[in-house]
């Protein structure tokens, strides 16, 4: 493999599609464009605005953040937790750990993820920005590269071999790709850059964007959200004093608590006092694909994805993330479900089989950054790191706030490792962390080690046709 990789632009053959994300603010009262034009699309304030509300909602695509991310990270770490019950192809492969360089899930992310990138860096262009006063300038550009240093950051988890401490970092990521293209003619072959440059440019973008966006930003990315994203970044690299350090401010900002009860973060129209940041969605909206592969209800999901019973076994008994109810009947939605897992109702796949209720409606929000992360990463690095000292409360102090809103059992010694990694996966669980825990405590998962190549997604096939210049992952390259 290379170890050095040049940056070009991306071979981008797709013109980003912007729409309308959200209602009610003053923000969206400006109606998106439904494409970018290249002689007139953003020269004007309204239409600049217009296409960052558009780049929300490609964020929120099945294909990247509104699903695929989710299910990639759950259905790789599966092994005894979740079975998969379903009938879709793309979604057992990643079940049993041997995606093709043809599976349409794939094909459809890569796309997805650089169509937003793309209209992140069509924002981005000084003439563009030059449009805006001051304040709105640095909304717009705040906004724009935090989603693109996100997306960076994701893209390089789920392509690129396991981020290794203390290490080059050499093994290939993404294609860093900064420029716009606007036009066919405009793209070029583009090459992977390294994991380590992935990392950097990712933590450039959302340091950018925590000292650009205000701490309240409505519904929208804020220095807050950008907080978050790089104490979760920070913790995957093993930067442990910097990942409670950007957990603790948020934590300390005193903007957001837990709610009532865990089932009180989830399924909600508007966003909870827990959400740091979150999908909106609505009844105009499209329909969320994670309550169809995660519910078994009457109103939402084909039940694909069941929880097993030995998960629930390592929930204490009082333990409100781990109850179960059994007297589920037909015609149930979320509404009637009041614990956190339910035997399913619906009739296509998991009848009868336990759901989790984190996803429940197909037009409610999806929390994609919560408060209660934010004390688990605090607690695990300033556990791992001891010379950090982040923060005014003790690891174990931080996992009891959490255990205690569950009414779980509460630690009266310090905690352990052990204790505080469990911690993470029952809070967490069905949320899209699973798989990145798993690599960075370099655990195997079932058979296969941590770093294992068919643990990555393979750069689709049809990118490797199209460009020369990338470099497909050496498990899938090898034919295996």
Partial sequence: MKNTINKYKVWILIVPVLAMLFACTEKLEIKPKQSIDAEDALT????????????????SSDGIFGSYFNEYSELYAATTDLRYMGTYEQPREFYRKEATTTNSYVEYTWTEAYSLINTCNTLLQEEVLALLDEEDADLVKGEAIFLRGWTIFEMTRFFGLPYELNQPNTQPGIPIVLTPTSDVADAVPVARNTVNECYLQAIEDLTTARGLLPDENDVYASSMSASAVLARLYLQMGNLASAATEANRVIESGLFSLTSTPLEAFNNSENSSEDIFAIQKNMTSSISWLPV??????????????????????????????????????????????????????????????NTAKWGDYYRNIP????????????????????ADVGPNTPTQDINIIRERALAPLYASEVTREQIREERYLELCWEGHRLHDLKRWKQSIGDDAYNAGNLILPIPFREIEVNDLLEQNEWYSAGK
């Fill in 44 to 59: 004007t304030p309204d239409n600049i605005k217009a296409a960052l509300v558009g780049a929300y909602l490609q964020a």
């Fill in 293 to 354: 592969m995660y519910a078994s209800l009457a109103s939402a999901g084909r039940g694909d994805y069941e929880v097993q019973q030995a998960f629930l076994d390592r929930f204490s008994a009082s333990d409100l993330r781990g109850q179960f109810q059994s007297n589920t009947q037909t015609g149930y939605t979320i509404d009637n479900i009041t614990m956190m897992y339910y035997k399913g109702v619906g009739t296509i796949l998991n009848k009868n089989g336990i």
């Fill in 368 to 387: 994609l950054i919560r408060l209660a992360e934010m004390y688990l990463i605090r607690a695990e690095a300033n556990f791992e790191d001891p010379g």
